[in-house]
């Protein structure tokens, strides 16, 4: 999957983040592996890969620790001091 339309790799061209843009039902399993954090709109993409999955389907996520809207920089509070 990609978003680039240049990419003949690609089996599916979608925005993650665009509602629809993935088929419904369709996918048994998917796994986000570091792409959460280069996504516009993380929820929005949580929410239209929970509409592609199948039933009894199931989705997987992997980001950087330190990446993306849900990291501990990026939360408003302060961080945890760390051990000498």
Do not use: F, K
Not at 42 to 62: E, F, I, K, M, Y
Not at 70 to 79: K, L, M, N, Q
């Amino acid at each position: 999957m990609d978003i680039d339309p240049d990419n003949e790799d690609a089996t599916l061209l979608a925005d993650l983040a665009e509602p629809g843009s993935l088929p419904d039902g369709r996918y048994g399993c998917v796994l986000l592996i570091q792409t959460l954090q280069y996504v516009r709109d993380p929820r929005a993409a949580l929410l239209n890969v929970r509409r592609a999955l199948a039933h009894s389907g199931t989705s997987g996520c992997r980001t950087r620790r330190s990446a993306g809207p849900w990291s501990r920089r990026s939360s408003s509070r302060p961080p945890r001091p760390r051990p000498p």
